[in-house]
């Protein structure tokens, strides 16, 4: 996908980003090409609760894999489970600050983990990664917590797909802390709750205006 193709597919209320090119921060020396761009701004799309199932089917595989430290989603539909349950459990998911700090070529090996995965043999795929402070406010008790991360997006330049996100968390979690809870809760119960993600415009469009009424 072109930059050009990009911007031609991010036209309604469904794809358009929250997100834009123009806000993204660099360490020195770090440059992302125009697709580059749009994933990082999608990735945080949907770590912000912003993501639909059109932004979601726009740009990422069919396959793609998301991991955190308790869940593993291995196809489409299950990243959308993950990221389109954040309202369930989150009042509020905001982007504090972030710095991309690296982009390099990916190996095979680590965008296909194993052969049920991802399918792509593109030798054009990179890895990026971006150093992350965000903050989450729970429900039903107004929790706020505050995650350190370090989110890795690797992206393919010739499908113009997103094929792996990582959340790779920079501090130690106690296995009793709220951030524990978040994220066992979101990776095992929201997806429930919330379902397969809408196969129809109108259904995506219905669920988007009910969260950002």
Known sequence: MSSTDSQLHLGTSLTSLA?????????????????????????????????????????????????????????????AGQFLGLPIVTTKSETISHEIIAVKPATAAQVQPDATTITSTSSKISEIDVKVHQKFSFKPLGNVVNMH????????????KILRIQDRPMEEIPENSLITMLRKVNAVVAPKILGIPPTSEKEDHEKFESRHA
């Not at 991360?149 to 113009?160: A, C, M, Q």
Request: a negative charge; one cysteine or more; hydrophobic letters at 40%.
């Open 19 to 79: 997100n834009q090119p123009s806000t993204l921060r660099y360490a020195p020396g770090v440059h992302l090409t125009p697709l580059q761009q749009y994933h990082v701004c999608l990735v945080f799309d949907l770590f912000q609760a912003k993501g639909t199932w059109a932004k979601i089917e726009e740009g990422l595989a069919e396959n793609a894999v998301y991991e955190d430290l308790f869940a593993t989603a291995k196809n489409r539909v299950e990243v």
């Open 149 to 160: 991360s370090t989110l890795v997006v690797f992206s393919d330049e010739e499908s113009g």
